[in-house]
Structure formats: C-alpha cells, structure tokens
C-alpha cells in the first residue's frame, strides 16, 4: 500500500463480485465442548480454475499462525456433485480445483479441531473450555484467490450451544436463521479483525466516565463459572478512567465506532491478548478478576490492546500492510506497533488506577532488570529481533537471554520512557510524548481505518513536537549493539534500579503466579516447582558452576529440592552459607557448587533525592 495510504473499512465500495454475491459462512460450534467446529461456507464461482486460500498471515500475530493443520474433513462440491482437490505444492494454505460448467457456487465443509491446551502456539488461535469460545473467523474460513480479497463480502452466522451467550464487534443482522446468530454482511478484513466470544456465563459491562462514553465502550465476560464474572470496586472504577485517559492522551477522535472488550476466562485456555479495530481478543485465568495476584498480573493487558486500535490497527507500519492474508509482514517497525504500545499499556495502567503508582515504577524495574540480564544485546540489536519476530514467537524460553526473545516489547517500554523523559527535560516540562500521540495518533476517522507510517513519519512526528536528532538517537538504541539496556528514562526521571533482598509486592505476585522462583539477579536462573531449570544467564553465578537450561535440581544443600529451601539456601549465602545444587541432566547427576555470597537480591527502584519526580509526572492522571 502507498505510504501514508488511508484504507477505510468500507461497505459500499466493493467488488462487483462480492457486492453482489456474498460468501454465505455457517460456523457450528454446538460441538465446541468436544473440541470440534464444523463449517459450511458457500462460495460464489464460475466454471473453470478456482484457487481457495486459508488465512495465514493475520494482522497482529507477527508471524504465520494459520490452524491449516486442524482442518479436516474438507470437501468441496458444486451442483451438488463432489470435486477433487489438491493442494498447492508451494502453499499448504491453499488448494486449487476445478469448477465444472454450470457452476455458480461451491460449497466448502470442514471441520476445525480445536488445540488442546497452549499447544502449538494456540493462545493466538481459537480456542475452547466446556463452557467458554474465543472464535478467531480466519480459522474458520476459506476465501478465493482475487486481486482485491480484503474487500470479499461475507454473510457470517453462528451456532452456539444451548443458553449461550456471545459478544463481538459484529453487528446483529434481521435475517433469520434457525438456531443460529447472524450478522450483518462485512468484508473479509472487517471480518477477520471482529473476534466472537461465547460462553454458558456471560456478562456485559459499560464502562467510561459518563454515558456518552457508556455507549462506546464496553466488556464482555465470559467464564468457566459464575464466581469469576465480578470485578472489584477498584477494578470497576479503574475500567471507567481508562477511555477518558486515552483521550487525553490521544485525543478526542476515535479510529472506531464502539470498542469491546472482550474477556475469556478460563483455566483451560492458554492466555493472551489480540489486538484488533474496535475489539480485542483478551484471555485471562478463571479468577482473574477476584484475585489480587492475578489482577496485578494483568493490569497492562487491556490499555495495550486498547492502545493497539490506535497504533498498531489505525496507524501501522507501511510494510505490514498487505493485501491479503497469504503474504508475509515486514515487522522491522514492531519496536514502534508493539514496544510504544507495551509503553502506553503500561502509562495508561497507571493513569487509569489499573496499576498504582507503586506498582508503576516496581513494573519499570522488574523490566529493566530482565532486560538488563540479556546478554545476547552485546550481539543482537533490538531491531533484529523485531525483523526476526517470526522466528522467536515460539521459540523456546530457553536460552532467552543468550538468544533474545520478542525484546521489542520490554525493551520498547524502556526504550519509549526514555524518548518520554528525554521530551519532558529538553521542553522543560511544557511538552510530552504525550504531544507526540495526539500529532501521530489523533485524526482518527471514528470508524476503523489504516493509514501506514514508516521511520521517517515517526522522525518527522517526534521534531515536531522537540526538535532533536532523533534518527541518531534511534540509531544508537535500536540499531546498534548494546552492553546495557536504555535506563535514562528512569535515572532521567529521578530513580534507579537498585536490588534488595526483599522482593515488591508485585514481583511477589507475578512470581508466584509463574508456581516458580526467578533468581535471575542473583545465582542467574529461573527454576519450576518441580526444579527444572528455565532459563540461565551466560557468565552468571549459576552458569560458571555448569548449571544450563533443562536441568532438574534434586537437592540443595544435600536437602531434596524445594523452592522455599532454594530460597532460604540463597539468603543465607551472604552470611558465609554454602550453596551445593544435586542437578540430574538426562541420566546423569552432578552436584554443582555455585561461588556466591550475595545473598537474595531483587530488584526495585530508588528516589535519587536531589533529582525531581519526573516519573510522578509521567503516570498521573489526566482526568477526574
């Protein structure tokens, strides 16, 4: 797409095919309880070669993510007859045939077999307990090959086991359709980007500061039992700020109509957020909501996906706007779609109440500390694990600091707080990256849109708001190597991260939370309950002593392993304690003695006194 190219969703511009000759969808999902959604899609086609593709590059994954695996029981057939089919030998997302003379439509079935569990990466995919859906329509779907495929019209319905509820961005159609929900008739990319969420117990909540805002902005929340549909007072009052502080931030114009959040809670669905226009696709633990640990947990998850509708949906970068679903995304600029996304997530946490103050700066120093801990920065700029992004979604979590993961993400956040500060210092206070949202962000169409913007438009934005050399300065974070992790945000903002033996309140929580312990910053790994080792920090205490991922300890100090024991073993380290780990390493055994006196060592951040509160600055709120 052209460069700063404005795509509206339309429904009145389209195709003369798909004007006039929607795709009619029927999603069964009365089954859902045993993993199995049957499908039956009705294709407009004329006789001759027909190319069908199964999307697999879908906005907001960042890598090819396609359930082509789970399909089965695909049949075509037209004129009532069977057709053969094969699939492309260059593209197992596609299959080609041929339609007969007469033909004005093919009818699709299959079946899609839904992933148990978080294997094979199905937090990003639809997903099912007994009593909760989060149907993604690109896993049940099919579309023909055309030069204009995004614009497809498609006749969506629904069927849903008895006394289920759902809700969506898509809006209800008057056509009837015997036990089944029916939506009015969208494009494909509309389509797509329009998550469903179902479930036996189902309940909607309103949210913003006054009606207008009501009417706007709501949750949808579906879980495994009643007992998890509450929120806190706390929780409530916070879900109200949140749409008037992204006002403030980005100004009044929307890039949509209505937003919903839609909320899946489930201890049998892996848990994830997908951003999308006027949606997103959230999913969280059965007692999320009523759980102090996992409320805390989870505090950035809607701001982010929130922030996406404006970034990451509206604006986006030029090279991941593509015209169909098969064609690979240029992800180089995921460390401005996603880590000045995972900034703003977390400032309008802190804004809106989702997050206090505190537990604002302690979420800065639990990540500057993990980021200071990947020591694959020395050789691997943060730009190269944005282009690399398709290969480290999955990879594994070993090996992460030697390898880097999606640090675009973590390190976006330090990175944008850095950009933040260093606004607020160079204008004296009078300017703020909040300046820079409202120019970058704010013409918003008020329905769903996409206007690409690449480096430069990013420069351009930036001087705008404080004049700098911001190409250098990019440059030197993000393109370059570098021993340390961007901190000037927070020693700019009159803190540093310090450790102590203590841990906050929230590492306390996310760690438990992980049925772990992260000892990173002290004997540099992370261990299970179960004593397997997680990940090791190259040149730590733990790797110097032998000690490498995969490894399961047995004992500590000649005592069977346990993680109060590690614990209590670690502390005493600082007081002339031995530390001696039985490691078992396939069927072998090793005790490894670790040389370390430091004793527990978490980390948090300290006020420099005679340095102002710039970080108080930067996360007070902006409405009432």
Not at 262 to 273: D, V
Not at 589 to 597: G, S
């Amino acid at each position: 797409m052209p460069r700063l190219a404005l795509a509206v969703f339309a429904l009145t511009t389209l195709p003369s095919f798909a004007l006039g000759q929607p795709i009619e969808l029927s999603v069964d999902a009365s089954e859902v309880a045993r993993k199995v959604i049957h499908v039956r899609e009705v294709v407009p086609a004329a006789p001759g070669a027909l190319a069908l593709h199964y999307p697999r590059w879908i906005p907001g994954r960042h890598r090819p993510v396609g359930q082509i695996a789970n399909v089965t029981e695909f049949r075509v057939r037209a004129n009532g007859a069977a057709l053969d089919w094969k699939r492309d030998d260059a593209d197992p997302f596609t299959v080609r045939l041929t339609a007969p003379e007469g033909t004005k439509s093919v009818e699709v079935t299959f079946d899609l077999l839904l992933a148990a569990g978080a294997e094979g990466g199905a937090q990003f995919m639809t997903v099912a307990s007994p009593k909760v859906l989060m149907l993604n329509w690109n896993d049940v779907l099919v579309y023909p090959k055309v030069e204009k495929a995004l614009a497809l019209t498609f006749d969506p319905s629904m069927k849903l086991p008895e006394k289920w509820k759902y809700g969506t961005a898509l809006e209800p159609s008057e056509k009837e359709k015997t036990g089944y929900a029916s939506f009015k008739g969208v494009t494909l990319e509309a389509l797509i980007d329009s998550p469903l969420l179902a479930g036996e117990y189902v309940r909607e909540v309103k949210i913003g500061a006054d009606d207008a805002e009501k009417e706007r902005h709501r949750i949808v929340i579906a879980c495994d039992s009643p007992d998890g549909l509450e929120a806190t007072a706390d929780t409530r009052k916070a879900w109200d700020k949140l749409p008037g502080e992204a006002a403030a931030l980005f100004g009044p114009a929307k890039p949509y109509t209505r937003y919903t959040f839609l909320l899946g809670l489930s201890n049998h669905i892996p848990g994830a957020g997908i951003e999308h226009h006027q949606s997103s696709d959230n999913r969280l633990p059965e007692l999320a909501l009523v759980k102090s640990a996992e409320r805390k947990a989870a505090a950035t998850l809607f701001p982010h996906e929130y922030t996406h509708s404006w970034n990451g949906k509206f604006r986006r970068p030029a090279d991941m706007i593509v015209p169909d679903y098969q064609q690979p995304q240029q992800t180089r600029l995921l460390w401005v779609y996603e880590g000045l996304t995972n900034y703003i997530g977390w400032l309008l946490a802190a804004r809106s109440g989702l997050m206090s103050a505190d537990e604002a700066r302690d979420y800065l120093a639990m990540t500057a500390s993990r980021m200071t801990n990947v020591r694959a920065r020395a050789w691997r700029p943060l730009d190269d694990t944005a282009a690399a992004a398709s290969t480290l979604f999955d990879a594994t979590r070993s090996w992460r600091s030697a390898r880097r993961a999606v640090d675009f993400y973590d390190e976006g956040t330090l990175l944008w707080l850095e950009v933040d500060v260093l606004i607020r210092t160079q204008t004296k206070g009078a300017k703020s990256l909040d300046d820079f949202c409202r120019v970058f962000f704010g013409d918003g169409p008020g329905a769903p849109a996409v206007k690409g913007y690449r480096l430069d438009d990013v420069l351009a934005a930036l001087s705008a708001v404080a004049p700098a050399d911001w190409k250098a300065y990019f440059a030197r974070r993000v393109e370059a190597v570098a021993e340390t992790p961007p901190l000037e945000g927070i020693t700019g903002g009159g803190w540093k991260l310090t450790f102590t033996e203590k841990p906050t309140d929230l590492f306390s929580a996310m760690e438990g939370l992980s049925k772990g312990a992260n000892l990173s910053d002290s004997l540099g790994f992370q261990v299970s309950g179960e004593g397997l080792i997680g990940d090791v920090v190259p040149g730590s205490v733990a790797a110097r002593a032998g000690l490498a991922p995969g490894m399961k300890l047995l004992a500590v100090n000649g005592r069977r392993f346990a993680l109060d024991g590690l614990k209590t073993a670690v502390g005493g380290t600082k007081s002339g304690g031995k530390l001696e780990l039985l490691a078992e390493s396939g069927d072998f055994f090793k005790t490894h003695a670790l040389d370390y006196t430091g004793g527990a060592r978490y980390p948090r951040l300290e006020k420099v006194e005679e340095k102002p509160d710039v970080l108080a600055d930067v996360v007070k709120p902006k409405t009432k």
